[in-house]
């Protein structure tokens, strides 16, 4: 027979279960938060599982593009991630490598757009910063031009080159010959042609530039100037205007290069380029002749600072413009020329400007584009046929083209604007040279017999 415990056993075991419960209760939550903290610890120190981070920063801007680096720390690559703008998805990209510049385009001038990406990591969506990308605005189209002729009527005359300082000093090259150059004046005084011209802000003066041989004084063609500055022009290799006089600095130790073009950053740091694949360096002191590895003319030479690298790029275009002999992109480094991938270009190649890692150009029987200099290049459709002598720029929305008949365009970053049979009339010659600066544009040729300047404000 069963018996009912008393009281006071009853009240003992009750307290006693109690307890036990309740003891192993906080036994339990001891023994899982210690755990939790252990496994923790062990998660942060384990080499197998690190902790993967990606973080994006705007590179570079244009009209309708954006450059996006993405940074990315203990990221198993080659991996995927989906880049999205304005929280759209926009493309899939396979990084190759930690550090990855991004391409966007097809946006919109003066427009701020949101990008961000979102990746895996252990199976779970993770996503980086947001940065704002804001496009640049197109710049106007519209400018207010005049034109100017000189010479054609003792000789054929044109100019080759431009320089723009300011609104108020611009120098042109080449050669104008009036009815009285290469005769003797009343005093028997030989005439020679004017070899460049210079605008003051109201009018065009025309000069005649000589150079010093064995103390002699002599005229000779001027194909190219380059200008740092209203006291700093360089006319070719020979002849240097220091503010007040012309000089020939180390006349002694010419390059002996019949120049095409000029390009520096300075008058230390100066490169000339020529025919028979002629490149020469000035650094102050004396030109210095560079192995470019072609003999075909050598037309245009460009550089920009690259800020990814933190060097400056200097690329030159090498073609015969009139028989196919062949053609060959330069790429100079320092002391150095290398030749580039040039596949999609034509044979006839005149001029190359380009914004280094962003937008590259180079015309001659059409005009050629591409993002990185070892692409294939593109042609740019939407201009008219006629050959392209020079394309110079300010920005990726401030670019212009001229060429034969006097082809002139102007690319504001969104659009290109053919003046040509516009607010320009076409004629038999071509427009050489053209340089824009600020709200001017300068271009230079030849129209029939004469030399002609084209000169628009904006």
């Known amino acids: 027979m069963l018996r009912a415990p008393n009281t006071t056993t009853y009240?003992?075991?009750?307290?006693?279960?109690?307890?036990?419960?309740?003891?192993?209760?906080k036994y339990l939550l001891s023994f899982v938060v210690i755990s939790l903290m252990l496994l923790n610890l062990g998660c942060k120190k384990s080499p197998t599982e690190p902790n993967t981070t990606a973080a994006l920063s705007v590179e570079d801007i244009s009209c309708t593009e954006a450059w996006v680096k993405i940074t990315t720390t203990n990221y198993q690559t080659p991996n995927t991630l989906t880049l999205f703008v304005n929280d759209k998805a926009d493309q899939n990209i396979t990084l190759a490598s930690s550090d990855t510049l991004l391409y966007v385009d097809s946006l919109l001038p003066n427009q701020s757009y949101k990008i961000k990406a979102a990746f895996a990591n252990n199976n779970q969506l993770q996503t980086t910063n947001e940065v704002i990308a804001k496009t640049m605005d197109t710049t106007s189209h519209n400018f207010t031009w005049q034109t100017f002729n000189?010479?054609?009527d003792g000789g054929s005359s044109f100019l080759s080159d431009i320089s723009i300082i300011n609104e108020n000093n611009i120098w042109a090259v080449g050669a104008i010959y009036t009815k009285d150059s290469y005769t003797y004046d009343s005093l028997g005084k030989w005439i020679d042609p004017y070899n460049a011209i210079h605008w003051n802000g109201s009018d065009w003066e025309l000069k005649r530039i000589y150079y010093n041989y064995n103390g002699s004084l002599l005229w000779?063609?001027?194909?190219?100037?380059?200008?740092?500055?209203d006291n700093d022009i360089w006319f070719g290799t020979n002849i240097h205007w220091n503010g007040k006089v012309f000089e020939q600095p180390n006349a002694s130790a010419q390059s002996g290069l019949s120049v095409n073009k000029m390009w520096g950053t300075s008058s230390s740091d100066l490169y000339a380029v020529?025919?028979?694949?002629?490149?020469?360096?000035?650094?102050?002191?004396?030109?210095?002749?560079?192995?470019?590895?072609?003999?075909?003319?050598?037309?245009?030479?460009?550089?920009?600072?690259n800020r990814r690298t933190q060097e400056w790029e200097i690329l030159a275009v090498a073609?015969?413009?009139?028989?196919?002999?062949?053609?060959?992109?330069?790429?100079?480094?320092?002391?150095?020329?290398k030749e580039i991938n040039k596949t999609g270009l034509p044979w006839s190649l005149s001029s190359v400007w380009f914004h280094s890692s962003k937008n590259y150009f180079i015309g001659g029987d059409g005009l050629f584009s591409n993002k990185k200099i070892n692409?294939?290049?593109?042609?740019?459709?939407?201009?008219?046929?006629?050959?392209?002598?020079?394309?110079?720029?300010?920005?990726?929305?401030?670019?212009?083209?001229?060429?034969?008949?006097?082809?002139?365009?102007?690319?504001n970053g969104y659009s290109w604007h053919h003046y040509l049979n516009n607010e320009l009339p076409y004629f038999t010659g071509r427009l050489l040279s053209v340089e824009v600066k600020n709200n001017i544009i300068v271009a230079t040729g030849w129209k029939e017999q004469g030399s002609i300047i084209i000169l628009g404000k904006r």
């Not at 000779?220 to 500055?229: H, K, P, Q, T, Y």
């Not at 015969?320 to 020329?337: H, P, T, W, Y």
């Open 319 to 337: 073609a015969d413009k009139f028989f196919n002999e062949g053609s060959s992109v330069l790429k100079i480094e320092k002391m150095r020329a």
């Open 375 to 411: 692409n294939d290049w593109g042609k740019v459709t939407d201009l008219p046929t006629f050959y392209k002598d020079r394309i110079r720029g300010v920005e990726s929305n401030d670019i212009v083209v001229s060429g034969s008949n006097g082809l002139l365009s102007h690319f």
């Open 274 to 305: 020529g025919y028979e694949g002629g490149i020469a360096h000035y650094d102050g002191k004396s030109w210095q002749k560079i192995e470019s590895g072609t003999t075909l003319n050598i037309n245009d030479i460009w550089g920009d600072f």
């Open 220 to 229: 000779g063609l001027i194909n190219s100037v380059f200008a740092f500055s």
């Open 11 to 25: 009240n003992f075991l009750t307290f006693f279960v109690s307890t036990r419960k309740t003891n192993m209760k």
């Open 150 to 152: 000189f010479g054609g």
